[in-house]
């Protein structure tokens, strides 16, 4: 009997810069959905450009390997992203890693992205796209939207502006905040990026 095929394996490197709630929820999708036995597919570290990220501890009180590369000490972007790279690599023997930003608050260099066209995603916290860029919930009460949501979208050169894989529409109540929409449309976040990487491992294939 011919023995089912094996996937290869394909790390998932999350790059995070703070609470990394997203990254949470990859990581429990991960386990929940089989994506290992499914896709070859587990989440091989967790990295951060800050030392003091809470969802470092997190990881590391999964048994998932972390890694921090302090933007803070490198004297340019351009230093910086080779560094992050090289800290990548050292879970990506074979260059096949899903790279995934979750609340990575670092803008990547155009070789950075080059490097991993195609297999570099993130959330971005718009319906994209409208409101690229930072400050996207206060943006959109302001100028009187009635939906709000987030987007999982692949990363190109163009800041916010990749092909989407998912989004969430969240509706902005009378009366929201900046912080209560944050809050409701940080629970979509939760559920599409889990499911935008599930649709990419699919279609990537073994
Ligand atoms: C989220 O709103 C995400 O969309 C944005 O960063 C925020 C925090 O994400 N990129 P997390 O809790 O650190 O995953």
Redesign the pocket.
Known sequence: MNEPVRPLPRPLVIL????????QAIVRAAQAQRWRERFGAFVAAVISNRPDAK?LAWAAGQGVPTAVVDHTVYPSREAFDTALAEAIGRYDPHGRALVLL????RILTPGFVQRYAGRLL????SLLPAFPGLHTHRRAIEAGCRFAG?TVHQVTAELDHGPILEQAVVPILPGDTPEAL?AR??TQ?HLIYPRAIERWLREAGA
């Open positions: 995070i810069s703070g609470t990394g709630s997203n990254m969802g979750a609340g990575f608050m993130n959330i971005h916290p987030a944050a449309v940080l976040e």
